[in-house]
């Protein structure tokens, strides 16, 4: 999966990742254990963060019951069933969140589109510095298809996770596409044996630019015990507070 270039990466790295968490979902239309040409591309992604020593965790939506909405369990507003919950766990327990996505008619996949405004259910919970729940965690985005829409699918979904409150290192998307039209998704194999995209020196390089700003991001936010809570607390613009009180911790 990796190759010459990304290994000695990894060989050669003397950053210690080892208490990262990173969670990749997958948010193709696919039901496992169908195939899914997104998962192959977050394999090459989660293989560089595997390889330095963060611990990784794949998921498919899809194999999530997850009931529409913008709360963070659904059985309360009407739903017969909602497995968000469960998959919340691990998102909170994050410290690196990437989101992996087909394009459809030139769109991030709806269940894509399920997750970031499933994200945005919890946007108004707060860390123990009174920011919002995402506010110390990276985001990052990987993209696959036939056709063209890298960087218009990666503008939606990373506004969405910074808009929560995700940081968003440089270069934090990547992405492989073929030819418009019908023909080889990534990692297809192809008439000569070799498989579609895995040559691709622009994706290979992106994917891994991204994956490593995100390790280094993620290394950085959390050495730095989080992003500093000046100016940026809730409390600040709740009725009743006051701005002289003695907490050091908004002041």
């Known amino acids: 999966m990796l190759d010459e270039t990304q290994e000695r990466l990894c060989k050669e790295n003397e950053t210690d990742f080892s208490d990262l968490t990173a969670l990749f979902i997958n948010c193709t239309l696919k039901y496992s254990p169908e195939k899914s040409h997104t ?9 560089i963060m595997r390889e330095t020593g963060v611990s990784v965790e794949q998921v498919r939506a899809a194999d999530y019951d997850i009931a529409y909405g913008v709360y963070p369990d659904m059985t ?12 919340w766990e691990k998102v909170e327990a994050a410290d690196i969140l990437v989101l992996g996505t087909p394009i459809w008619l030139g769109e991030k996949s709806s269940v894509c589109q399920l997750i970031i405004e499933k994200l945005y259910a919890h946007s108004g919970q707060q860390n123990d510095k009174g920011q919002y729940i995402f506010y110390g965690k990276v985001g990052g985005c990987l993209v696959t298809g036939n056709e063209d829409g890298i960087k218009h699918v990666g503008m939606g979904v990373l506004y969405g996770m910074q808009h929560v409150g995700f940081t968003i290192p440089p270069q934090a998307d990547a992405g492989w596409i073929g030819e418009a039209g019908p023909g080889a998704s990534f990692g297809d194999e192809l008439d000569d044996g070799s498989r579609a995209g895995f040559e691709n020196s622009f994706t290979r390089r992106n994917t891994t630019f991204m994956t490593w700003n995100l390790m280094h991001l993620a290394r950085m936010l959390k050495d730095a015990g989080g992003i500093p809570a000046y100016g940026n607390s809730k409390e600040l613009w709740e009725d009743g507070y006051r701005f002289d009180a003695p907490n050091p911790e908004y002041r």
């Open 76 to 87: 309360q507003h009407g739903a017969a069933s909602d497995e968000w919950p469960a998959l």
């Open 39 to 47: 998962e192959t591309l977050i394999d090459m992604s989660a293989a």
